[in-house]
């Protein structure tokens, strides 16, 4: 059996963090694990509370999976603080982890800040250098690089410097883009696009936890970076079109096995 791990936060309306990492493993064949760094009061409208988990609860979590399972791939995600993580970032590197794809969660959609502003140097500084795959939006990849990207040249050179911040790969995730739906892969020496026609909905809550999370499916599943990061664009392009209207606001994408199944972004025999 595959196994992924996601290191996240806890989105109580199941939509995103957490929840959406396992379901998205789930719906991809592979078994999912789980350490909780923080626990949102969460729902579709916005998040109206956020309780970090001390850091020894979080290194003992990362420790009882490492010693005990092996773990195909891991996903990070919300880590709230700069104490967070540096103890994530350390426990990866003393349990030897392998296939580590970093969602540099920053705000909810709903506009939390669900990583704090003196956080992001310690996310560069400790995690980027340890990530095989690195998955900002356009917002993140600004925070990060400290210059706008809103259009594909931008994009290309946030892609670039955050690739000089040390991890092997990175995909600038177009999904606020106007138009299209492209997001932008780069090796460190050349761009690949990946582009699907925009899903006129409003119900996207939990799209990037989903997208990252099915590309550490992907390598769980042993397969080269850039046919991870494609099957995951196609999961969360159909997860997309069959999100749905729930609570008062901005709905959850899909997870259900059998839709991926008859999709073809996932064979029957994986
Ligand atoms: N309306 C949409 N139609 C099609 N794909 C989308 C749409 N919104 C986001 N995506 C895709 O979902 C993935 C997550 O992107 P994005 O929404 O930018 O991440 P985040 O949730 O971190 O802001 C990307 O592959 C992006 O292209
Ligand atoms: C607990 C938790 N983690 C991450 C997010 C952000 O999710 P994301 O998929 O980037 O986008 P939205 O869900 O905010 O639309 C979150 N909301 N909660």
């Given amino acids: 059996?595959?196994?992924?791990?996601?290191?996240?936060?806890?989105?109580?309306s199941g939509g995103a963090g957490i929840q959406?990492?396992?379901k998205t493993f789930s719906a991809l064949g592979v078994f999912g694990?789980?350490?909780?760094?923080?626990?949102?009061?969460?729902?579709?409208?916005?998040?109206?509370?956020?309780?970090?988990?001390?850091?020894?609860?979080?290194?003992?979590?990362?420790?009882?999976v490492y010693d005990d399972i092996p773990v195909g791939a891991v996903k990070v995600g919300m880590l709230s603080s700069a104490e967070i993580t540096r103890v994530v970032a350390g426990a990866l590197v003393k349990h030897g982890?392998?296939?580590?794809?970093?969602?540099?969660v920053m705000v909810a959609k709903s506009?939390?800040?669900?990583?704090?502003v003196e956080a992001v140097e310690a996310l560069i500084?400790?995690?980027?250098?340890?990530?095989?795959?690195?998955?900002?939006?356009?917002?993140?990849?600004?925070?990060?690089?400290?210059?706008?990207?809103?259009?594909?040249?931008?994009?290309?050179?946030?892609?670039?410097?955050?690739?000089?911040?040390?991890?092997?790969?990175v995909v600038v995730k177009g999904g606020h883009l106007p138009g299209a739906a492209c997001d932008l892969f780069y090796d460190g020496k050349e761009f690949a696009y990946l582009t699907n026609e925009r899903i006129e909905t409003k119900h996207t809550h939990g799209t990037g936890c989903t997208f990252s999370s099915a590309i550490a499916a992907g390598l769980a599943k042993r397969m080269p970076v850039f046919e991870a990061v494609a099957v995951a664009k196609r999961y969360?392009?159909?997860?997309?079109?069959?999100?749905f209207s729930l609570g008062k606001g901005v709905g959850p994408t899909h997870h259900f096995y059998e839709?991926?199944?008859?999709?073809?972004?996932?064979?029957?025999g994986e």
Avoid: W
Avoid at 143 to 166: D, L
Avoid at 259 to 268: F, H, R
């Fill in 1 to 12: 059996m595959k196994t992924a791990l996601t290191i996240a936060g806890s989105d109580s």
């Fill in 125 to 169: 500084q400790f995690l980027f250098p340890i990530a095989d795959v690195v998955t900002p939006n356009l917002h993140e990849a600004a925070e990060i690089v400290g210059f706008p990207v809103g259009n594909r040249a931008s994009m290309e050179r946030a892609a670039i410097a955050i690739k000089a911040m040390g991890p092997k790969y």
């Fill in 259 to 268: 839709l991926y199944s008859q999709a073809g972004v996932v064979g029957d």
């Fill in 20 to 22: 959406a990492d396992l």
């Fill in 33 to 64: 694990m789980s350490v909780i760094t923080a626990i949102t009061a969460q729902n579709t409208c916005g998040v109206t509370n956020i309780r970090e988990l001390d850091e020894e609860i979080i290194a003992d979590q990362i420790a009882a």
């Fill in 111 to 116: 506009g939390s800040r669900l990583l704090k």
């Fill in 236 to 243: 969360i392009t159909v997860a997309i079109s069959h999100g």
């Fill in 97 to 104: 982890a392998a296939n580590v794809v970093v969602d540099p």
